[in-house]
C-alpha cells in the first residue's frame, strides 16, 4: 500500500469513528432521555399515590401529631327519630353535624321501632335491614349517614349519593 493509499485508508477509518462517535453520542443522548421520562413517570405516579392516599385515608399519627379530623353528617327521613352515636358526640333529631378524629371507629343508634314506616342505615360499613341495628361506620374522610327509607325490592330507592346531599356532604 503506498502512502496516499494509506492516507486514505486512515482517513476513512477516522470518519468511520466519527460517525461511530456522533451515533453513539445520540444514542447515548435518546437512552438518557428515556430514563430520564421513565423516572419522571416514576415520580409522577407516586405523587398520585401519595395524594390519594393522604386524600382517602387517615394520615399514620405518632407521638405529638395532632389527629386529622373527619366529619360525621347525619339525615333521617323520620324527623320523630333521634340518632346518638358512641363515642359520644352526636345526639340529635332530624339531620346532625359533628367531628371525630379521623380512623374513628362510630357506633350509631336510632329510636327507630319496627311498625311504623321501613326505614334503614345508609351509609355504614356494613350493610343492615333494619334502622333498629346499629350502625359502624370508620371515618377515614367526611362520611354521610342517612336512616331513609327502606324497600329491599329496590335495593337503590335512596343511595349514598342521595344520603350525601340530604346530610349535606
Known amino acids: ?70 366529619a360525621l353528617s347525619v339525615w333521617v327521613a323520620d324527623p320523630g327519630l333521634s340518632v346518638s352515636s358512641s363515642p359520644a358526640g352526636l345526639n340529635c333529631p332530624g339531620a346532625c353535624h359533628t367531628t371525630f378524629s379521623a380512623g374513628t371507629q362510630v357506633t350509631l343508634t336510632s329510636t327507630y321501632q319496627s311498625g311504623s314506616l321501613p326505614l334503614n342505615w345508609v351509609g355504614c360499613d356494613t350493610p343492615t335491614s333494619s334502622a333498629q341495628q346499629t350502625c359502624t361506620v370508620t371515618l377515614r374522610q367526611d362520611t354521610a349517614v342517612c336512616i331513609a327509607p327502606y324497600d329491599p325490592s329496590q335495593p337503590d330507592l335512596f343511595t349514598a349519593a342521595d344520603c350525601a346531599a340530604r346530610a349535606g356532604q
Open 1 to 70: 500500500m503506498d502512502m496516499h493509499s494509506r492516507e486514505q485508508y486512515l482517513e476513512s477509518l477516522r470518519e468511520e469513528y466519527r460517525r461511530a462517535g456522533k451515533k453513539q453520542k445520540k444514542k447515548a443522548a435518546v437512552d438518557a432521555g428515556v430514563v430520564g421520562g421513565l423516572v419522571a413517570l416514576a415520580l409522577l405516579s407516586l405523587r398520585v399515590v401519595l395524594y390519594f392516599q393522604h386524600a382517602h385515608h387517615a394520615p399514620p399519627q405518632g407521638p405529638g401529631q395532632a389527629a386529622v379530623p373527619a
